[in-house]
Structure formats: C-alpha cells, structure tokens
C-alpha cells in the first residue's frame, strides 16, 4: 500500500526537476546565448552552412535553425514563424547562440 502513495510523489519530484532544469540554462550548456544578430554574424562574415526546419517541441509552431559558420567558430540562430491566413511571419525575435566547450568540474 505505502509504494502506492511513494510513486505520485517520486514522480512529482522528478517532474519539477525536470522543468526547473529546461527553465535555466545549465552550467555545462553547449550554448551560450549572444546579444549578436543573423545579420551581425553574416556581415561578420560567417556563412550559413545548414537550415533545418521542425516544429518547435513548446508551441508546435514551424521552427527554423540557422547554422553560421567561420573557421572554428560555430553559431545558431532560431526563428519561430506563424502561419496567419496565407503569411508566413515571425512569432518573435531570431535568437543566436555560440557554440562554447561546457563547463565540466
């Protein structure tokens, strides 16, 4: 009877773990936010190297990866598009991440 009443909780703990871990970037994160922008970068002169589009995991809305690329420097740039009756525009502000060596301990 006592495992029946464990499991809910263990699971809440885990739940709230998980959540508060996606809320906060990690300290071993592999990307750190840049205030740079896709035209900054590009007029910098890093070229785009790959495109991906999915939907984004949070809203379902259409998601583009942008990968720029110069020598051994890495960054990506995602935009959330919004399909609004037969356009297609942004959802929000194309945000930019550098690629960094994590933090290990």
């Known amino acids: 009877m006592k495992s029946g009443r464990i499991l809910p909780?263990?699971?809440?703990?885990?739940a709230a773990v998980s959540l508060s871990a996606h809320a906060q970037p990690q300290s071993n994160a592999q990307w750190r936010a840049t205030e740079a922008t896709l035209f900054d970068l590009i007029q910098n002169g890093y070229g785009i190297v790959a495109v991906t589009s999915v939907a984004a995991r949070s809203s379902g809305l259409p998601e583009d990866t942008y990968v720029l690329q110069k020598t051994n420097s890495v960054y990506r740039c995602v935009e959330t598009r919004a399909a609004e009756t037969g356009t297609v525009r942004a959802t929000a502000p194309i945000r930019c991440a550098e690629l960094v060596k994590p933090y290990t301990d």
């Open 9 to 14: 909780i263990l699971f809440g703990c885990v």
